[in-house]
């Protein structure tokens, strides 16, 4: 059972998600990729889950989100999808099937909106890719944006490190952020940004900002479920808050079943036919 009691068992819409930053109340978003993890953090009362493409990290072992297709994507939407019951289902539309063409891109969110039955999709970037995003909103598919540390143009960047330090950074962030909001998107994640340019954003926008590594002033926060479960022990940015140490869990688990069975002791008389 969860910590976190649900006050609203009422299923979480893009419509609810403005109506809780009208209130004051901070989403809570986080990844899943399978129908077991899905279910349990549906359980405990997330808002939004997202089919992130750091499904290509934490469970395909890339180095990078670029190699994640559409199909892979859609798999993981689907099981994801099939767990949840409330939370609003958020699918990463993945490199290479929106920048190009905007034709294109629908076709990809169509796909993933009837196949995955997903809510949302999610698109990094934000002038460059306006024509793709309202295409996408006016075949009536809700898109989240996602401004800031964008990680499919990891090349581009050349670096993981804080965006938009400098002025000009900062001010097309903003413009980028104004202009997602004037043309339709329903919220923004904001990753990797100094705090202060991403409460001055949020406070700027009516449709709610979600933050990973942003600060405290945002109207959410998401993390990637493997980093905050402790499950991938390798990845410690300051932003980070591990709320278990699931790596030593499992481990001492896996341990014990190896010495019970090599010792004879499992399975015992309780434990056959
Ligand atoms: O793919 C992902 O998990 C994401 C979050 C880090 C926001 O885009």
């Given at each position: 059972?969860?910590?976190?009691?649900i006050e609203d068992p009422r299923k979480v819409t893009t419509r609810r998600l403005t109506e809780m930053k009208q209130r004051g109340e901070k989403i809570a978003m986080l990844t899943a990729y399978d129908y077991s993890m899905a279910k349990l953090i549906d359980e405990a009362g997330m808002d939004v889950i997202l089919v992130g493409d750091s499904a290509s990290n934490v469970m395909a072992g890339n180095?990078?989100?670029?190699p994640m297709t559409l199909d892979?994507?859609?798999?993981?939407?689907?099981?994801?999808?099939k767990g949840v019951k409330r939370a609003l289902v958020v699918v990463d539309m993945p490199f290479g099937t929106y920048q190009g063409n905007s034709k294109?891109?629908?076709a990809s969110a169509i796909r993933i909106m009837k196949e995955s039955h997903?809510?949302?999709?999610?698109m990094e970037g934000g002038s460059e890719i306006r024509e793709s995003i309202e295409r996408i909103l006016c075949a009536g598919i809700p898109v989240m944006g996602h401004l800031g540390l964008t990680p499919q143009s990891i090349n581009k960047f050349g670096t993981y490190a804080v965006r938009a330090r400098e002025e000009a950074e900062a001010q097309k962030l903003i413009d980028d952020a104004l202009m997602l909001q004037e043309i339709g998107c329903f919220a923004i994640v904001l990753e990797k940004i100094p705090a202060d340019l991403a409460r001055r954003v949020s406070e700027q926008l009516t449709i709610p900002t979600i933050g990973i590594?942003?600060?405290?002033?945002?109207?959410g926060q998401v993390l990637v479920m493997h980093?905050?479960?402790?499950?991938n022990k390798?990845?410690?940015?300051?932003?980070l808050r591990r709320y278990a140490d699931l790596a030593t869990v499992i481990d001492d688990a896996l341990g014990n079943y190896i010495t019970d069975v090599k010792t004879g002791d499992f399975p015992n008389d309780s434990e056959q036919y």
């Amino acid at each position: 059972m969860s910590t976190y009691t649900i006050e609203d068992p009422r299923k979480v819409t893009t419509r609810r998600l403005t109506e809780m930053k009208q209130r004051g109340e901070k989403i809570a978003m986080l990844t899943a990729y399978d129908y077991s993890m899905a279910k349990l953090i549906d359980e405990a009362g997330m808002d939004v889950i997202l089919v992130g493409d750091s499904a290509s990290n934490v469970m395909a072992g890339n180095t990078t989100t670029l190699p994640m297709t559409l199909d892979q994507m859609i798999y993981h939407a689907k099981s994801v999808v099939k767990g949840v019951k409330r939370a609003l289902v958020v699918v990463d539309m993945p490199f290479g099937t929106y920048q190009g063409n905007s034709k294109e891109a629908l076709a990809s969110a169509i796909r993933i909106m009837k196949e995955s039955h997903g809510e949302a999709v999610k698109m990094e970037g934000g002038s460059e890719i306006r024509e793709s995003i309202e295409r996408i909103l006016c075949a009536g598919i809700p898109v989240m944006g996602h401004l800031g540390l964008t990680p499919q143009s990891i090349n581009k960047f050349g670096t993981y490190a804080v965006r938009a330090r400098e002025e000009a950074e900062a001010q097309k962030l903003i413009d980028d952020a104004l202009m997602l909001q004037e043309i339709g998107c329903f919220a923004i994640v904001l990753e990797k940004i100094p705090a202060d340019l991403a409460r001055r954003v949020s406070e700027q926008l009516t449709i709610p900002t979600i933050g990973i590594g942003a600060g405290h002033g945002t109207d959410g926060q998401v993390l990637v479920m493997h980093d905050m479960l402790g499950i991938n022990k390798g990845f410690s940015p300051r932003f980070l808050r591990r709320y278990a140490d699931l790596a030593t869990v499992i481990d001492d688990a896996l341990g014990n079943y190896i010495t019970d069975v090599k010792t004879g002791d499992f399975p015992n008389d309780s434990e056959q036919y």
